[in-house]
T-cell receptor, first 115, second 115 residues
Framework: GAVVSQHPSRVICKSGTSVKIECRSLDFQATTMFWYRQFPKQSLMLMATSNEGSKATYEQGVEKDKFLINHASLTLSTLTVTSAHPEDSSFYIC???????????FGDGTRLSIL | GENVGLHLPTLSVQEGDNSIINCAYSNSASDYFIWYKQESGKGPQFIIDIRSNMDKRQGQRVTVLLNKTVKHLSLQIAATQPGDSAVYFCAENPFYTGTASKLTFGTGTRLQVTL
């Protein structure tokens, strides 16, 4: 089945640090990748949609300068949390989809903790 | 915005019994629905999907039922096993075949399987 790899799985860093999270589709080409955020005991909230070779589309209320997304190839998208603060601590999950008619497949998430 | 919601936040089922997890959606434009299973500390795992032109779809030990009249979706798990313990999310996808295709997740139901 479709495999999506997300790295790192856990990050602990000081306030003010920028953190980069990678999302890779290992056995298929991902035309579209999605980035979600999930707080404890809550559902997934879509942050942005990323199409290969074009700018990401951010959901309302998500700061594009705070959460930088790059989707430079059909197998890799990155999310950079710039100047992270404690309120940015969360579980960040990416997903990838091959074509519009295919389901999204998710990575195992990145637990980000900002001290 | 419109939401996808669940009736029961926690469902406790005895091993071997059948489980039924319910989901209500409000966006009548949704034409594709997916059930995901999320284990602790991991990303959502695809279970089964259904399109709006169907009212039932079966997989291995799982069945999804869609009632468009009352905007209701359910996931049935036969012979529930301890490994089925997880949080289950329904997700809806309006305009599935369009470029705006993206998922909206429900609030989730925790399934606890007792021995």
């Amino acid at each position: 089945g479709a495999v999506v790899s997300q790295h790192p799985s856990r990050v602990i860093c000081k306030s003010g640090t920028s953190v980069k999270i990678e999302c890779r589709s290992l056995d298929f080409q991902a035309t579209t990748m999605f980035w979600y955020r999930q707080f404890p005991k809550q559902s997934l909230m879509l942050m942005a949609t990323s199409n290969e070779g074009s700018k990401a589309t951010y959901e309302q209320g998500v700061e594009k300068d705070k959460f930088l997304i790059n989707h430079a190839s059909l197998t890799l998208s990155t999310l950079t949390v710039t100047s992270a603060h404690p309120e940015d601590s969360s579980f960040y999950i990416c997903s990838a989809r091959g074509t519009i008619n295919q389901p999204q497949h998710f990575g195992d998430g990145t637990r980000l903790s900002i001290l | 915005g419109e939401n996808v919601g669940l009736h029961l936040p926690t469902l406790s089922v005895q091993e071997g019994d059948n489980s039924i997890i319910n989901c209500a959606y409000s966006n009548s434009a949704s034409d594709y629905f997916i059930w995901y299973k999320q284990e602790s500390g991991k990303g959502p795992q695809f279970i089964i999907d259904i399109r709006s032109n169907m009212d039932k779809r079966q997989g291995q030990r799982v069945t999804v039922l869609l009632n468009k009249t009352v905007k209701h979706l359910s996931l049935q798990i036969a012979a529930t096993q301890p490994g089925d313990s997880a949080v289950y999310f329904c997700a809806e996808n309006p305009f599935y075949t369009g470029t705006a295709s993206k998922l909206t997740f429900g609030t989730g139901t925790r399934l606890q399987v007792t021995l």
